[in-house]
């Protein structure tokens, strides 16, 4: 087997993990709905607003991976971006204020042209 070529271009995002903090437990069911469509209506407009290039939930995950000594990991969003202004964006995300989530700012990289999002 021939090994690939490592000489490539690379880019980098900034990647959140969104992980459930079990707030959820605490909360009324209508409460935690209206936070979680809160919290989705926030990030569609990031997106439509070019500042978020994508976000969706984690299904079906076997993983018991916690971010944050939270509860296992719900959702992911790629930015490219300022890491500051990412770190201002998602704590001013409903559903991370309100503690039913807690994000984990990472870095993601990968070969330039490997993920494509589409246009807002």
């Known amino acids: ?5 490592l000489d ?10 969104l992980s459930r903090t079990g707030k959820e437990t605490e909360l009324d ?3 935690v709905d209206r936070l979680t ?4 209506r926030y990030n569609v407009k ?16 076997t993983s018991t991976r916690h971010v944050d000594a939270g ?5 992911l969003g790629f930015w490219n971006i300022p890491r500051e ?14 503690g ?5 700012l990472v870095r993601f990289r990968c070969p330039k042209g490997a993920i494509r999002f589409r246009e807002p």
């Open 8 to 17: 490539f271009e690379r880019e980098t995002f900034h990647l959140v993990l």
């Open 37 to 40: 469509g809160e919290h989705m």
């Open 100 to 104: 039913l989530f807690t994000a984990e």
């Open 85 to 98: 202004e990412v770190l201002h964006l998602q704590d001013s995300d409903p559903g991370v204020r309100a």
């Open 71 to 75: 509860g296992p990991l719900v959702g």
């Open 46 to 61: 990031l997106v439509a607003d070019g500042l978020l290039l994508a976000a969706g939930r984690v299904v079906g995950a």
């Open 29 to 31: 069911e209508a409460t």
């Open 1 to 5: 087997m021939t090994v690939p070529s």
